[in-house]
């Protein structure tokens, strides 16, 4: 009976962050090549034959990242994929997964670009799966550059990431122009896209114009979505929201990856995002941190989550004004959950009240499995597993003191019993007087990070009463929302498919 074929190997430069010069990678390739050779040895000896089978892949995954390419080094090492004197066919046309992220910092435009299109080409035969041209500066240059690992990968392309990239509104409309254009072969690479990731760029709300398209034209296939830290404002996050409400139950049904930080959705947004995560039934991690959401969208937020009956597993709305009313929509969630494992909540407003409202919660988490094997087990068993499987919890920075304080050391128990799976909690940047300091960092331990931004020198809590029925404390008719914005979102999604857009630009 013969081995197992060996897996195919990852090429990846060695060394720290440095230039690369033509000489150093030949230094590279003559490492690259032993590996191949090494490989080939030990594919042969597991087939038992002399020759390689041209369907046998060596390598299939190239990762140049970290590392800033000459013009020279990237012609040695473009030369070094696409030659088929040393293995038929070329090594590149074989590569499936290309990291290209971060290969031109320092050089001069001209030959950053030359860099980045010669790299690139490389791959123009290649049936690429995944691309990460991340960290790399491009403008309508660097895109043109890099045609050949976007619209050449039409057929195989299903993971994009580009990231810290300095798109601007007209670079990302390029790069929708590709990502949507069925080309010769009427083949969309967005039609095969299950990751898609821009984050940190500086596209704004033209950014938003162009990633509606590119999402109007994405299928149930997709399962990652990052679109966050693009500077948008409120009618190109409404946008974003409002297409994807549109996309339908089939085409989000399987995102389990949901990343739209720093988008200012509002009113509007949110009951528009709200439907979209209603039909998010896999969605495992969902981040809204700065969103704008205040109560209101917060309470959406969490009642889609719920309604969808989604596994999430890690939960982050931190910088969103909540208060403690909002807590409430949060605490609801808690309370039915049975997945969330990471709930980030930091730089809002929910004072002492809005955290005891969620200690309390995370408290009933455990009491309600209590009560399901009272009602349940008939043998009488004392033991229960709680619910509350929460490993990292962030209330930093929410004016909390002594009330809050102690409400989340009974939440904890005396000794972890009512949290067991914590791992790490973060209540830096709020106001707990020094023996409330003190129990925590005794009752947390090594999980309780920094305390060093703790305002102890005033009691935050005098004027709030520990005892009081915060059911009471109702909220003012703050009247009903105006739902349209200066830009009519749903009728601007509609148009997303190919009519000029002047509003946003």
């Given amino acids: 009976m013969s081995a197992p074929i060996p897996p195919p190997i990852s090429l990846t430069p060695p060394g720290e962050r440095e230039v690369v010069e033509e000489a150093k990678a030949e230094e590279f390739t003559r490492l690259w090549k ?36 000459t013009a020279g080094a990237a012609v040695h090492i473009a030369s070094f994929l696409t030659a088929t004197d040393g293995t038929n066919p070329s090594i590149a046309s074989k590569i499936t997964v290309a990291d290209l992220s971060d290969i031109i910092a320092s050089r001069m435009e001209d030959e950053g670009l030359q860099v980045l299109q010669t790299i690139c080409d490389a791959f123009a035969h290649s049936s690429l799966i995944e691309v990460d041209l991340s960290d790399n500066a491009m403008g309508s240059k660097g895109i043109k550059a890099c045609r050949a690992v976007l619209s050449g990968q039409a057929g195989s392309l299903e993971r994009l990431s580009l990231c810290n990239n300095g798109l601007s509104g007209t670079s990302m409309q390029e790069v929708a122009d590709i990502l949507t254009d069925g080309g010769e072969d009427d083949e969309i690479v967005c039609e095969r ?126 910088g969103n004004e909540i208060t403690r009313h909002g807590a409430k929509s949060v605490a609801e969630l808690i309370e039915e959950n049975e997945t969330l494992k990471v709930l980030l909540l930091e730089e809002n ?13 995370l408290e009933g988490a455990l009491d ?16 229960t597993k709680s619910k509350a499987i929460i ?5 930093a920075t929410n004016e909390c003191g002594r009330i809050g304080g102690k409400a989340i050391l009974k939440a904890y128990g005396s000794a972890g019993e009512n949290m067991p799976c914590l791992k790490k909690i973060d209540l830096n940047g709020n106001m707990f007087p020094e023996d409330i300091v003190e129990s925590l960092t005794s009752a947390f331990g090594d999980k309780l990070q920094s305390m060093d931004e703790n305002d102890d020198e005033e009691d935050v809590d005098e004027d709030i009463d520990e005892d009081a029925d915060e059911d009471e404390d109702e909220r003012e008719d703050e009247g009903t929302m105006d739902l349209k914005g200066a830009v009519d979102v749903h009728e601007l999604a509609k148009s997303i498919a190919g009519v000029k857009i002047d509003n946003l630009c």
């Fill in 34 to 69: 032993e590996q191949l050779e090494e490989q080939k040895k030990k594919v042969l000896a597991a087939t038992g034959k002399t020759e390689l089978d041209e369907s046998v892949v060596l390598c299939d995954k190239i990762s140049l990242t970290n590392k800033s390419y």
């Fill in 193 to 318: 896209l299950k990751k898609i990731h821009f984050f940190n760029n500086m596209s704004g709300d033209v950014g938003c114009v162009a990633f509606a398209r590119i999402l109007s034209r994405c299928t149930g296939r997709l399962t990652d979505v990052r679109f966050s830290g693009t500077r948008a404002g409120s009618e190109g996050s409404a946008l974003i929201a409002s297409i994807l409400e549109g996309m339908g139950d089939e085409k989000v049904k399987n995102i389990e990856r949901l990343d739209l930080a720093d988008n200012s959705f509002g009113p509007e947004g949110a009951n528009n995002l709200g439907t979209a995560l209603g039909r998010c039934s896999n969605l495992k991690y969902l981040n809204l941190r700065d969103c704008l959401l205040e109560d209101d969208g917060t309470g959406i937020v969490c009642r889609a989550i719920w309604s969808s009956d989604s596994p999430i597993e890690h939960l982050d709305i931190s």
């Fill in 349 to 361: 407003e929910l004072t002492s009240l809005g955290v005891k409202t969620i200690a309390k919660a």
């Fill in 368 to 383: 309600g499995a209590k009560d399901d094997v009272d009602s349940d087990d008939d043998s009488g068993s004392p033991e």
């Fill in 391 to 395: 490993e990292e919890l962030s209330l």
